[in-house]
């Protein structure tokens, strides 16, 4: 996301500063201010707040971590509130904050709405909800601007943190068989790097966008077998998709979460197996976001960076 962000800002000619663990990926570095740190360093992230005019918060810890419950908080929570003291010290006008379509958590009618019910996943989309509750009470008492795109997996390149769907890439990679786990027909909402960084400047610009929520995915997305079917032909692969019975998938992972197994929560993983589709409108009504990719481009655009080779390039 953060690579992405970073490349739609310097086309629109806006000067940027990254604050970050690492430094941006060298086509940037020449042309942004760099400042290393971590978002719980509360005088680093402060510094780097200043003169800047509207602030795109992404750093987080991903569910995956393994943390405790404090761990979370003190990055997810405490950084927020370490960015938020950075505006509010040098008079910075905007936040967008990166927000998760996972605090709504399981839904079974689509598509979910900005004001559908918050139901959450974990940790970390309570995390999320809470930031999102703080910026709004800050929004009011010191008549700062915020928004909050909420997004499901961003694909694109510098996809590299889900290892299932890395697992995933490797098998189209080499035309073996991928098993479909449980729902062959549940949805799968996600969106391209590219498509959220647009969505994320048009946050950071449009007027009518302050103290407003946005959902943001691919407008054209469809049932986990029809995306996966669409990710193996674009990569011109021989898999063929195979459907795991549900009652054995909840088995695996009842039985993977009693001993610690998934790199994902469990509840995180029955979230994403009943999948979702989340409503864009206000965000094409309100910001102008027109998504240019589906979600099978999407993953691909993950998997052609992971696998360039194959994907027909040579970098």
């Known amino acids: 996301m953060g690579r992405a962000l970073v490349k739609k800002l310097l086309e ?37 707040c200043e003169n800047a005019e509207v602030i795109y918060h992404l750093a987080a810890n991903m569910p995956q971590a393994r943390l405790p419950d404090q761990g979370f908080w003190d990055l997810n929570v405490g950084g927020t509130i ?3 003291e950075g505006l509010l010290k040098y008079g910075g006008r905007r936040l967008v904050f990166a927000s998760t379509i996972e605090i709504y958590g399981i839904h079974t009618e689509f598509p979910v709405l900005e004001e559908s019910e918050k139901r959450f996943t974990g940790i970390y989309s309570r995390n999320k909800w809470e930031c999102e509750q703080r910026l709004m009470d800050a929004r009011a008492k010191h008549k700062i601007e915020a928004v909050f795109p909420r997004m499901p997996m961003i694909f694109g390149p510098g996809f590299w943190h889900e290892k299932s769907m890395l697992t995933m890439f490797r098998l189209i990679r080499y035309s073996l068989p991928v098993p479909v786990p449980g729902f062959p027909k549940a949805l ?13 400047f048009l946050a950071g610009k449009v007027k009518g966008a302050d103290g407003e929520p946005f959902n943001v995915q691919a407008e054209t997305t469809g049932a986990y077998l029809e995306v996966l079917n669409a990710v193996i032909r674009l990569a011109g692969s021989r898999s063929r998709p195979i459907v795991i019975p549900a009652w054995l998938v909840e088995a695996g992972v009842n039985l993977a979460g009693k ?54 390039k040579t970098s």
């Open 188 to 200: 799968w909402a996600c969106v391209s790097g590219d498509d959220a960084a647009h969505a994320f």
């Open 82 to 84: 370490n960015v938020l």
């Open 12 to 48: 629109e000619g806006v000067k940027v500063r990254v604050y970050d663990l690492k430094p941006p990926p060298e086509e940037f570095r020449e042309r942004v201010e760099f400042q290393q740190g971590d978002i719980r360093d509360r005088e680093k992230v402060v510094k780097a």
């Open 259 to 312: 001993y610690d197994l998934l790199s994902t929560p469990p509840e995180l993983v029955r979230f994403a197996l009943v999948g979702g589709d989340y409503s864009i409108e206000k965000a094409k009504r309100v910001l102008g976001f027109k998504p240019k990719h589906s979600a099978g481009e999407a993953i691909y655009s993950a998997y052609s960076w992971v696998y360039p080779a194959r994907a027909g």
